[in-house]
């Protein structure tokens, strides 16, 4: 059995135990447990279950983030759930002030998604106490206490978050930064199949675009953490230089593994017989595995292995290449197919030279030594003012965010008046199962939807096996504990995996309260049944947003994108610039744009046939402008491997103006809507035939760039016309 099968799962394993997910698990789960646990030692559970309530609440806008940003909406939702405590407390009595006052912040609380997901966390935490506290009818005194004890576990769980931030400070941005080397690995390897026999250059470009968003989303969080984080921007500590320079070259190379694209239908029509690209395949797979050692060792703060068997492999492939070159006396290969084997390797070669400089960081004797380079972070980073102009401005049905938040109050109001209808002893299950799944867009609800409804049913099922068979009290303790870790650990993970521990958690905590474990099973799949059933009812018929309404934004600025990226690509061959700020803030734009259409796109496909609009040309749509920005990414290569050596490339220039003409065209055809057809010729110049090999594929990537840019056009005709 291959050594790497058995080690991959005990890799796997290592990886999660070390990774944020677990940190805010176990951080989450001892904000929560520690005051019930401490005050029960006294006799005052019932006033430990509240602080651990208002533990909770808080708990729920503590994700990745800036430090100043997460302990500022710790505190305003602090704040927030101890006056929704207060006030849902002294009205509850009264059922219709109860429904005016759910509808009312239903509406506003979800409203707070225009200002970004950590608002809308705020939103759904003041809405969590609200529903939990809907039928917690007590004496106005004892409201007030209710209240405090609320705060006070809001700031308990704040303190305990912002201190284990100040013990470790860099921890989190660590873990960041490692787990987005890992999805560059597995981009790595998605890339590696394409030089597979017989492989599947659909399901292959299919996968790495759904890669590529991953990617996107794990380096905007680094990069949110690094050039917002005031230490590390300052460039005040050995540790805040050797990160931010370990990201700065990640992206470096993940542009260095997007260029690497190439016609690999005709790469393995010519050398499929003498059996090469299977080992292109091998080296590039032991690229993604010294990543994953890189990943590895930024967690564990070791070292990574040397990359000196690596370095033997590339040397291999190199002599490989050339003694096919020298053998090629016949002419059986096309000479421009071995140059792009050449290229290929040259490629590997530079991504192997990078992930070596990433090595000599981790050297502790050098790190104090690094030195930083100069970045401009503002212009990488994305602000959000919160201003009460954007809530009114949003305040209309054009609006997604106010039609689903326009829906959240009515289904709400629904369910509270279905569940006061009930017998059912916690019915406020109704109001959170209908709170959790309805989300802005359709495809996201039905998601989540499917994901609650699996995760409560095995989990119920579970649960009740646990409480059948087990009557020790310690030994359920344990399990209980290892629930909540389970559940806090996989709640940005993996959300089945999520509420299939928090299941049977909840069950055996009633159990220890002595409400009935196995009882409120049943009822907590009924209530979730009900739940679940009419928010993904009113996703479809209540003001619902389609992600076709947004496809034509996301293609718009992914198109607007790779023309930026292009202009800054050119600059570099005809105005001789060096690499600057604005090249790297549009090749970011590139990615975000394009992962976003990428993400939108995957979104469609869990919508209804008659929503699921153009998508045989938006599939082509979103492939070729990967494709694109992956040629463009090639351009860019060439400039800095070949740069002492290139020609005069002012003869390629009328290629670039009608390339920069033709992708602001396809722009024009998505904003306006014509019936005219339009006809843009491709532009020819003629190179001159002594050129060297290097000069040569240059003006032949202008060419191939032109010719894209000129299909993409000619799609965006299409798509013009068929709306």
Not at 46 to 74: E, Q, W, Y
Not at 157 to 179: A, G
Not at 214 to 223: C, M
Not at 467 to 495: A, E, H, P, W
Request: include cysteine.
């Amino acid at each position: 059995m291959n050594t790497n099968t058995i080690q991959k799962p005990v890799r796997d394993v290592q990886d999660f135990l070390l990774s944020t997910y677990f940190a805010d698990g176990i951080r989450i789960t001892i904000g929560v447990l520690f005051p019930s646990l401490i005050l029960a030692q006294f006799g005052l559970l019932k006033f430990g279950m509240t602080l651990s309530l208002g533990a909770l609440c808080a708990s729920i806008v503590d994700t990745p983030g800036p430090i100043v940003h997460r302990r500022n909406a710790m505190l305003i939702t602090t704040g927030l759930i101890f006056l929704m405590s207060l006030l849902i407390g002294l009205i509850n009595a009264n059922a219709y002030l109860t429904a005016i006052l759910l509808v009312v912040f239903s509406l506003v609380f979800s409203m707070f998604n225009v200002y970004g997901t950590r608002s809308a966390a705020i939103g759904t935490a003041a809405l969590l106490i609200l529903v939990l506290s809907i039928d917690d009818v007590r004496p106005w005194n004892e409201v007030t206490l209710h209240a405090g004890l609320v705060l006070v576990g809001g700031l308990w769980y704040t303190l305990l978050s912002y201190f284990s931030y100040r013990i470790r400070p860099f921890r989190i941005v660590q873990q960041t930064l490692s787990e987005s080397i890992l999805e560059v690995a597995d981009f790595l390897r998605s890339k590696a199949k394409f030089y597979r026999q017989n492989t599947n250059y659909d399901d292959n470009y299919a996968e790495l675009l759904q890669l590529q968003v991953l990617v996107h989303e794990k380096q905007d969080a680094v990069r949110e953490l690094l050039f917002k984080t005031r230490e590390i921007v300052r460039d005040s500590t050995p540790e805040g230089r050797f990160l931010l320079l370990v990201f700065v070259d990640m992206v470096d190379l993940f542009e260095q593994v997007m260029s690497t694209y190439y016609n690999y239908k005709q790469l393995h029509e010519q050398f499929d017989a003498v059996g090469i690209l299977a080992k292109y395949e091998i080296v590039i797979l032991k690229i993604a595995d010294a990543l994953d050692e890189l990943s590895f060792a930024l967690k564990t703060g070791g070292n990574p292995p040397s990359l000196k068997q690596l370095g033997r492999e590339v040397k291999k492939l190199k002599n490989r290449i050339t003694a096919l070159e020298r053998n090629n006396t016949q002419g059986q290969y096309n000479t421009l197919g071995i140059i792009a084997l050449k290229n290929i390797e040259v490629n590997i070669e530079n991504i192997v030279a990078r992930v070596k400089t990433i090595q000599g960081y981790f050297n502790k004797s050098e790190k104090k030594n690094l030195k930083t380079r100069e970045i401009e972070t503002e212009k990488f980073i994305t602000r959000q003012s919160i201003d009460i102009k954007l809530i009114l401005e949003n305040l209309t049905f054009s609006s997604s965010v106010f039609r689903h938040s326009l829906r959240v109050a009515i289904v709400m109001l629904i369910g509270f008046v279905l569940s006061r209808s009930l017998a059912f002893s916690h019915s406020y299950w109704i109001l959170l199962t209908i709170l959790v799944i309805s989300k802005p867009g359709f495809s996201l609800t039905k998601e989540r939807n499917y994901q609650r409804l699996i995760g409560t049913i095995v989990g119920a099922v579970i649960g009740m096996v646990v409480l059948t068979f087990i009557d020790d009290k310690n030994t359920l303790f344990g399990i209980l504990l290892v629930c909540m870790i389970g559940c806090y650990s996989f709640q940005r993970k993996n959300y089945v995996v999520s509420v299939l521990f928090m299941t049977p958690y909840i069950l055996i905590l009633f159990d220890f309260l002595g409400m009935g474990g196995l009882s409120v099973a049943k009822e907590r799949i009924y209530d979730t049944l009900i739940g679940s059933g009419i928010a993904f009812a009113a996703s479809y018929v209540l003001f619902p947003n389609w992600e076709h309404e947004k496809i034509k934004e996301a293609m718009i600025a992914v198109v607007k994108a790779n023309a930026n990226y292009f202009k800054e690509v050119t600059r570099l061959y005809f105005d001789r610039s060096d690499i600057t700020t604005g090249y790297k803030v549009a090749r970011k734009e590139v990615y975000v744009t394009s992962a976003n259409l990428a993400s939108l796109f995957q979104r469609m496909f869990s919508e209804p046939k008659s929503k699921q609009v153009m998508i045989k040309e938006l599939h082509q749509f979103t492939a070729l402008n990967h494709l694109l920005s992956s040629y463009i990414a090639t351009l860019s290569l060439y400039y800095k491997e070949h740069a002492m050596h290139t020609y005069d490339v002012e003869e390629l220039r009328p290629i670039a103006d009608n390339t920069n003409y033709l992708i602001n065209l396809a722009a024009e055809n998505l904003l306006h809507k014509s019936d005219i057809l339009s006809n843009v010729p491709l532009v020819k110049t003629k190179v001159d035939e002594k050129l060297d090999t290097e000069s040569e594929l240059i003006a032949e990537q202008f060419s191939s760039i032109q010719k894209l840019s000129y299909d993409v056009y000619k799609l965006t005709d299409q798509i013009r016309l068929q709306e």
